[in-house]
């Protein structure tokens, strides 16, 4: 196992992150957070990183670009024990990510916000934290995921029980909630559109 040195945290629920995100500087971790959720932290004296200082791009496009990004994704999905993958990764001056917490808007509240209209559901639907949960899920050999607040007692009992490292066995099962997660989350929008007799309106105007 290896220590948690780097953290991306974005959360919508941030009940509970500003203890865990302080338990997670007591161990050294370096927090990278977007814009709403590195002001939380920095306001109660937590240090993180704006996640557009991080990598060199800011929040763009209305909010819809923040952390689609090869710096972050890259250190999601390195595996730590390929020679390529490190040789780029140095390259390429790509930090590992060993932990990522993300959470976001409940989708059952995105759809009912949305009162109906397809234009308006798409226009709020998450890809930038949806991404990096998969990123992160999928390399969970590596990385540890954490898409509800419930875990954050799991995962502070084990960086304690382990000199800040979480254990193959929780990785394995926190990437199953993660996957689990956007699912249901994609389940949700298939099912809205499904439940759409028809299509919305072109836009003949372009």
């Known amino acids: ?3 948690i040195k780097r953290a991306v945290i974005s959360c919508y629920d941030k009940s509970d992150l500003v203890d865990f995100a302080k338990f997670l500087h007591e161990y ?3 927090i990278i957070a977007t814009i709403g959720t590195n002001e939380l932290l920095q306001a109660n004296g937590i240090p993180s990183v704006y996640i557009g200082e991080y990598t060199g ?3 763009i496009l209305g909010g819809r670009l923040k952390t689609l990004h090869p710096k972050i994704h890259a250190g999601l999905l390195a595996l730590r024990d390929n020679k390529l993958h490190l040789e780029q990764m140095q390259q390429y001056h790509f930090p590992e990510i060993d932990l990522v917490v993300v959470n976001p808007k409940p989708i059952p509240r995105i759809i009912e916000q949305s009162a109906g209209s ?5 226009d709020q639907i998450d890809i930038g934290g949806i991404t990096m949960i998969r990123s992160a899920a999928k390399n969970f050999r590596y990385v540890t995921v954490v898409v509800d607040r419930i875990y954050y007692p799991l995962v502070m009992h084990e960086m304690r029980a382990h000199d800040g490292c979480v254990s193959f066995v929780t990785r394995y099962r926190l990437a199953q909630e993660a996957f689990f997660c956007t699912s249901r989350y994609d389940r949700a929008i298939a099912e809205f559109l499904d439940r759409k007799s028809t299509p919305p ?3 003949t105007s372009k």
Not at 118 to 122: A, H, I, K, N, P
């Open 1 to 3: 196992m290896q220590k």
């Open 201 to 203: 309106p072109e836009d």
């Open 28 to 30: 050294n971790v370096e």
């Open 57 to 59: 791009i800011p929040e």
């Open 118 to 122: 397809v234009d308006e559901l798409f």
